[in-house]
């Protein structure tokens, strides 16, 4: 495995660690009624390590780990917005609306699929040879 790789398997092990929990320091966060971030922080893709790392990659054809690579890069952006809309309803003082938008099924099921899409394409970077 070259060093690109052992890197890539690591970034994405690491995302889904804090992505996982993200979800639920954001449920901590409606409780509360602060972020720890802002709304607009939380909405853009490129500000957590992931999404700087997801930003340095190119899909490149032909090169098996990178046939997932839009379909992460797209389900990553969907999860900042989605995130980000909570959010915004947490800075106005809206808890309910922030519980309902982060109760709401699609979320959770945006949240899941990016996890285990995740974990695929991870999988993908410990079979290179």
């Known amino acids: 495995m070259t060093t690109q790789e052992t890197k890539g398997e690591t970034q994405i092990r690491d995302a889904i660690c804090a992505h996982t929990a993200w979800r639920r320091k954001l449920s901590d966060c409606i409780d509360k009624g602060q972020l720890e971030k802002t709304s607009d922080e939380i909405s853009c893709n490129d500000k957590c390590e992931?999404?700087?790392?997801?930003?340095?990659?190119?899909a490149q054809a032909g090169h098996p780990v990178m046939e997932?690579?839009?379909?992460?890069?797209?389900?990553?952006?969907?999860?900042?917005?989605?995130?980000g809309k909570i959010a915004v309803e947490v800075e106005q003082g809206d808890k309910m609306a922030a519980r309902t938008l982060y109760e709401n099924p699609s979320f959770k099921r945006l949240t899941n699929s990016l996890i285990l899409?995740?974990?695929?394409w991870r999988e993908d970077f410990k079979h290179l040879t």
């Open 117 to 120: 899409n995740l974990n695929d």
């Open 50 to 58: 992931f999404g700087k790392w997801l930003g340095t990659l190119r």
């Open 68 to 83: 997932k690579y839009e379909m992460i890069a797209g389900l990553h952006t969907r999860f900042h917005r989605e995130a």
